[in-house]
C-alpha cells in the first residue's frame, strides 16, 4: 500500500508569485486535508476536499484555494506569495464515510520558502 | 477553538515508560481524544484514539479520565525512535484536527 506523496520536497519562491503543492493520496482514501505548519508551531488546517469538494475551511484568506481530482489527488494552490507564506505545508488523507472522517495520514511535506 | 494543555517537554530514557499528559477541560460528550506524534522532518503521524475507555494498541495505550477533562498517553517502553513531538487533540469533527504546539519527548539512552 503506498502511503501519502507530495512534491516537491523544497521550493522557493519570491514574494507575489504563486505556488501550485500537489499531494497523491494514500490508495481507497477520498478525503484530503492541507495543512501549514510554521517553525515552532503545530500544524494548522487550511481547507479539507471530499468527493472534489471543499469540505470544511480554516482560517485562511482566499488566495489560499484547492482541488480535488477524480483520483482523490489534490493540489493546493497560493497567490500572491508573502513572506509568512513560509512553511512546511502538510497533505493528509483519510476515508470519510456516513459523514465522519478516519484516521488521518499525513505525507512528509513540502517545504515553501518566501524569500 | 478545541483547546487542550500539554506540557511542552518531557525527558525520559530509553526502556522505561512514559506518560504524557493532557489537559481537554472544555471537551464535549460526543468528542474523541486523537494522539498524533510527528518525528524531525516527517508529518504527524497517528498514534492512538479513544472516547470514554482506555485503549491499547500496538503503539501505546490511552488513560482517559473519568470525567474526560483530561488523558494521558503512555509509552510503555520508551526506544530512541519515540523522541517526537506528541499532539493531544480532540474533536468531533474529525475532518479538522486542531494542533496545539504538543509535548517535545527527549529520550536518553
Known amino acids: 500500500e503506498t502511503g501519502v506523496t507530495q512534491s516537491p520536497t523544497h521550493l522557493i519562491k519570491t514574494r507575489g508569485q504563486q505556488v501550485t503543492l500537489r499531494c497523491s493520496s494514500q490508495?481507497?482514501?477520498?478525503?484530503v486535508s492541507w495543512y501549514q505548519q510554521a517553525l515552532g508551531q503545530g500544524p494548522q488546517f487550511i481547507f479539507q476536499y471530499y468527493r472534489e469538494e471543499e469540505n470544511g475551511r480554516g482560517n485562511f484568506p482566499p488566495r489560499f484555494s484547492g482541488l480535488q481530482f477524480p483520483n482523490y489527488s489534490s493540489e493546493l494552490n497560493v497567490n500572491a506569495l508573502e513572506l509568512d507564506d513560509s512553511a512546511l505545508y502538510l497533505c493528509?488523507?483519510?476515508?470519510?464515510?456516513?459523514?465522519?472522517?478516519?484516521?488521518?495520514?499525513f505525507g512528509p511535506g513540502t517545504r515553501l520558502t518566501v524569500l | 477553538d478545541a483547546k487542550t494543555t500539554q506540557p511542552n517537554s518531557m525527558e525520559s530514557n530509553e526502556e522505561e515508560p512514559v506518560h504524557l499528559p493532557c489537559n481537554h477541560s472544555t471537551i464535549s460528550g460526543t468528542d474523541y481524544i486523537h494522539w498524533y506524534r510527528q518525528l524531525p522532518s516527517q508529518g504527524p503521524e497517528y498514534v492512538i484514539h479513544g472516547l470514554t475507555s482506555n485503549v491499547n494498541n500496538r503503539m501505546a495505550s490511552l488513560a482517559i479520565a473519568e470525567d474526560r477533562k483530561s488523558s494521558t498517553l503512555i509509552l510503555h517502553r520508551a526506544t530512541l525512535r519515540d523522541a517526537a513531538v506528541y499532539y493531544c487533540?480532540?474533536?468531533?469533527?474529525?475532518?479538522?484536527?486542531?494542533f496545539g504546539k504538543g509535548t517535545l519527548l527527549t529520550v536518553n539512552p
Open positions: 490508495s481507497g482514501h477520498n478525503t
Open positions: 487533540i480532540w474533536g468531533g469533527s474529525n475532518y479538522k484536527l486542531t
Open positions: 493528509a488523507s483519510s476515508r470519510t464515510s456516513r459523514g465522519a472522517a478516519d484516521t488521518q495520514y
